[in-house]
C-alpha cells in the first residue's frame, strides 16, 4: 500500500552488487519498495553504470532511489576481515560507512555473511555495553514465527552473550512483532534444567535469574517448528545448523510433495483441486516474507539476508529496517540492556 507522501522518509543503502543474483535481484527489490511505499528512499550502493542498466528496466519514483557508486566488490570466497581492510571502495565498506556517519538509517546486503559481520562489528560498531550482536533471523512455525537467535555471528559465545541475546531478542520480538512478554528459551537435548553442555547448564540458571525476560525452560529442537518459544537462544554454531537443516528440509520436503501430486493422473486432478489449500499452507512456512536477520546490538542497523536471496525478501527487508527505526529498537537497547546492567555494576 502506497504510504503518505508527507511521511518522514527511512535511508536505506542496499548493497547492489550482494548475493548470487546480483545486481538483477537487490534492484528490483528496490522498485518494489519505493513503489509500495513512499516513506523509504533507497541508496543503491554499487558499480554505478551496472546498476543504472538495471533500473532504466524500471518505472519507480525518482526522488526515492540514488545510486551511490562503489567500484569494489567483497566475494564470498575473501577473507573477510583483510577484505574490508583493503577493500575500501567496495559496495559493503561504503554502505556501512554511510550508517555509520548517519547518512543512512541501515544497511541490507545479500553479500559475503564473513565481511557483513566483521564490517558491522568494525565499521558501525557495538552500542557500548553490548558484549557480541548476534544474528537473529525470523524462522516460521506452526504459530507464527519466531526469532533464532544467534544463527551465524557468535559461534564460541559465552553465557553472558547468551542473557544478553535474550534480552534483546525479547525488545525485538515485542516491539517489532507485537508479541507480548514472549516466551524464551534455551535450545537444549531434554526439557530438565540439569542437561546439556557446559556452555547450556551455565546459562540456564541466569535466564532463570532474568526478571526483564518472560524465560519458560529449555527447548528441544523437535519444539521449534511447533512454536514452543518465540525467542530461541542458542549460540551460532548450533543456530546455524538448526537455520540450514530448516531451510533444506522445508525445500526437499516442498519438492516431494510436488513430485508426488504429478506422478499420476488421478494425483494431478486431486493436485488441481488442493493447489489453493495448499499455497496458503505452504506460504506460511516462507521465510522470505520475514524479510532478513538483524545484527542486533550495534550503533546502527545491518540486516543479512539469504545469499540467494530474491526480490520478494530484499523488499520485505527493506519495510523490516523501517519498522526497526520507527521502533526504536536501539535506544530500547541502549535503554533495557546497557542501562541497567550499568546499575549492577557490570
Given at each position: ?38 516513506d523509504i528512499q533507497v ?192 549460540e551460532a554454531f548450533v ?108
Amino acid at each position: 500500500m502506497q504510504q503518505s507522501s508527507g511521511a518522514v522518509r527511512t535511508r536505506i543503502v542496499l548493497d547492489a552488487m550482494g548475493g548470487d543474483y546480483a545486481p538483477a535481484e537487490p534492484v528490483k527489490g528496490a522498485v518494489d519498495a519505493v513503489n509500495a511505499r513512499s516513506d523509504i528512499q533507497v541508496l543503491l550502493v554499487g558499480q554505478e553504470d551496472v546498476v543504472r542498466e538495471e533500473l532504466a528496466k524500471y518505472t519507480y519514483p525518482g526522488d526515492q532511489i540514488q545510486v551511490v557508486h562503489a567500484e569494489e566488490v567483497i566475494e564470498t570466497a575473501e577473507p573477510p576481515v583483510n577484505a574490508i581492510r583493503r577493500k575500501k571502495r567496495s559496495s559493503i565498506v561504503i554502505g556501512m560507512n554511510m550508517v555509520k556517519q548517519k547518512e543512512a538509517d541501515a544497511f541490507v546486503s545479500a553479500g559475503s555473511s564473513g565481511a557483513i559481520l566483521v564490517g558491522g562489528q568494525v565499521i558501525v560498531g557495538r552500542i557500548k555495553g553490548i558484549e557480541r550482536p548476534p544474528l537473529a533471523p525470523l524462522i516460521p512455525t506452526e504459530k507464527g514465527v519466531s526469532l533464532l537467535i544467534d544463527c551465524g555471528a557468535n559461534v564460541d559465545a559465552r553465557a553472558s552473550h547468551l542473557v544478553q541475546f535474550a534480552k534483546m531478542g525479547s525488545i525485538y520480538m515485542e516491539n517489532v512483532l507485537g508479541v507480548k512478554k514472549p516466551r524464551v528459551a534455551i535450545v537444549n537435548i531434554g526439557a530438565e534444567e540439569e542437561k546439556g553442555n557446559a556452555l547450556v547448564k551455565e546459562t540456564f540458571p541466569l535466564l532463570k535469574a532474568c526478571e526483564d525476560i518472560n524465560f519458560v525452560g529449555s527447548i528441544e529442537a523437535r519444539e521449534i517448528p511447533k512454536g514452543e518459544a518465540d525467542v530461541i537462544v542458542c549460540e551460532a554454531f548450533v543456530g546455524n545448523v538448526i537455520l540450514k537443516l530448516y531451510e533444506g528440509l522445508s525445500s526437499t520436503l516442498i519438492g516431494a510433495i510436488k513430485k508426488g501430486m504429478m506422478s499420476t493422473v488421478k494425483s494431478k486432478i486431486g493436485a488441481a483441486l488442493a493447489l489453493p489449500a495448499l499455497k496458503s499452507t505452504l506460504k506460511t512456512f516462507d521465510a522470505t516474507q520475514y524479510g532478513g536477520a538483524p545484527l542486533l546490538g550495534l550503533n546502527g542497523l545491518v540486516v543479512k539476508t539469504h545469499g540467494s536471496a530474491k526480490a520478494k525478501e530484499i523488499t520485505n527487508s527493506i519495510f523490516q529496517c523501517v519498522t526497526f527505526k520507527e521502533e526504536d529498537i536501539n535506544g530500547k537497547i541502549r535503554k533495557n540492556i546497557v542501562s541497567s546492567a550499568e546499575q549492577e555494576g557490570m
